[in-house]
């Protein structure tokens, strides 16, 4: 084993996928090196991490400066010297120097950024693969390709568009490999484009945040036709299926749902989603109530539950003590886990161990707001989570976490096992 001490941590501004401010921390033990990037979502959640702005001129308000700062000044100090390969410890030391719920005083971000630093440095020293690090911090003995979600059409938040379902994914449960569903879901988002530029020339194909295509539809129901429409065409009928993503915090106020100018109570809703399901083959549905609507949270799941995955983001914001919540309410079947929802690598890990121990799906997923960075590629793997959720097949931030996993899946070889739905 190399030297495992912690020489030096430092921190830079640098630019996320929307050309927005985010911070990148690079931790140094002995001749080792390892550098992490934090992404940032837009649709957050209120009981997720602290994401540090500076809200002074530069930027708009969205730099980074002060959590750089605290990275430079406050945890390099006070984490030289310590044991790289200690990613808990490591963890532990940066929450307690924070001191709050949702690392309001230093950072979610800053925190982040160095706990992936620190995680990838601690690959090196045992000189192991990431994904073979995080599997063995987590615990596990075998190695897993996911199944991808791959957002083909935006809304919402991603597409500048207010009281919208948020994204129209493609999954390739039917595939034998993660490179056979990578191809087949790229294949179909191909056709798709084109039937979009048929019927709507150049304006159907302009793509949003996340690298899907942003056309001029305004009901879900349309788009998801057109999707199916693709899937068939490219003959893939029953091999790929559809996920929504409603993130429908962002429509709701004064206990009713908004769906493009419709209200709904949370009963009615509901049975929205449940028509859905049926007419379209919709098998995954995230947030699909808002983030503290409980009630309806358990209505969903108890409708719907036994045949689609319901999939909690907001809601539990891979935060423990609200999947226990959510356990104990009965209000969802699966898990969106974000890293920098939390935090630190540790924190996630003990997310993703108590949703396995109910029998959930995982499915560990990117932000709107990305970065070339491909940690998470190796954390699905690592953590045998079942499905990943990193965009579209475009754009260079969502295509490096997906070539990351071709490369993984070569690596393994015959040991590469493709998740089941």
């Avoid at 798709?192 to 194909?205: D, E, F, N, P, S």
């Avoid at 009928?237 to 962002?250: F, N, P």
């Avoid at 083959?281 to 358990?298: F, H, N, P, R, T």
Wanted: proline residues 2%; aromatic residues 6%; positive net charge.
């Amino acid at each position: 084993m190399r030297d495992i001490k912690i020489s030096k941590i430092t921190a830079r501004e640098v630019l996320d996928s929307r050309g927005n401010p985010t911070i990148a921390a690079t931790a140094f033990a002995g001749e080792l090196s390892a550098t992490a990037m934090v992404p940032s979502g837009i649709s957050t959640g209120t009981h997720e991490a602290l994401e540090l702005r500076d809200r002074d001129s530069r930027y708009n308000g969205k730099g980074v400066l002060k959590a750089v700062s605290n990275v430079n000044n406050v945890l390099a100090k006070r984490l030289f010297g310590e044991d790289c390969t200690g990613q808990r410890e490591i963890d532990n030391v940066m929450i307690s120097l924070d001191g709050t719920d949702n690392k309001i005083k230093l950072g979610g971000n800053s925190i982040l950024a160095v706990s992936m630093a620190v995680c990838r440095l601690g690959a090196m020293a045992r000189g192991i693969p990431l994904y073979e690090y995080i599997a063995q911090l987590s615990g596990r003995k075998a190695f897993q390709l996911p199944v991808p979600q791959l957002n083909v059409i935006n809304g919402g938040k991603h597409a500048d568009q207010e009281n919208d379902i948020q994204e129209h994914s493609i999954m390739p449960v039917k595939a034998k490999s993660f490179a056979e569903g990578l191809r087949m879901s790229t294949e179909t988002y191909y056709i798709l484009k084109g039937m979009l530029h048929v019927k709507y020339g150049a304006r159907g194909t302009l793509i949003g945040d996340e690298g899907g295509f942003v056309p001029p539809i305004g009901n879900v129901q349309d788009r998801l036709a057109i999707m199916s429409d693709a899937i068939n065409a490219a003959g893939y009928r029953g091999k790929i299926k559809l996920a929504i993503d409603c993130a429908s915090s962002q429509f709701y106020r004064n206990g009713k749902y908004n769906v493009a100018g419709k209200l709904y109570s949370p009963g009615e809703l509901v049975d929205f989603y449940s028509e859905l399901c049926s007419r379209f083959d919709v098998i995954s549905v995230e947030d699909g109530m808002a983030e503290d609507d409980w009630a309806g949270w358990a209505e969903l799941t108890r409708k719907l539950g036994k045949k689609v995955q319901i999939i909690g983001d907001d809601l539990t914001a891979t935060n423990v003590k609200r999947i226990k919540q959510a356990i104990e309410k009965k209000a969802m079947n699966s898990l969106l886990l974000k890293l920098n929802q939390i935090g630190t690598v540790s924190e996630a890990i003990d997310a993703a161990t108590l949703a396995f121990s109910q029998k959930w799906a995982v499915v560990v997923s990117h932000r709107s707001g990305e970065t070339e960075d491909t940690f998470i590629a190796d954390a699905v793997v690592g953590l045998q989570a079942n499905q990943s959720k990193f965009g579209a097949p475009a754009r260079s931030e969502r295509t490096a976490k997906y070539n990351r996993l071709l490369e993984i899946e070569q690596e393994l070889g015959k040991k590469a096992v493709y998740a089941r739905m």
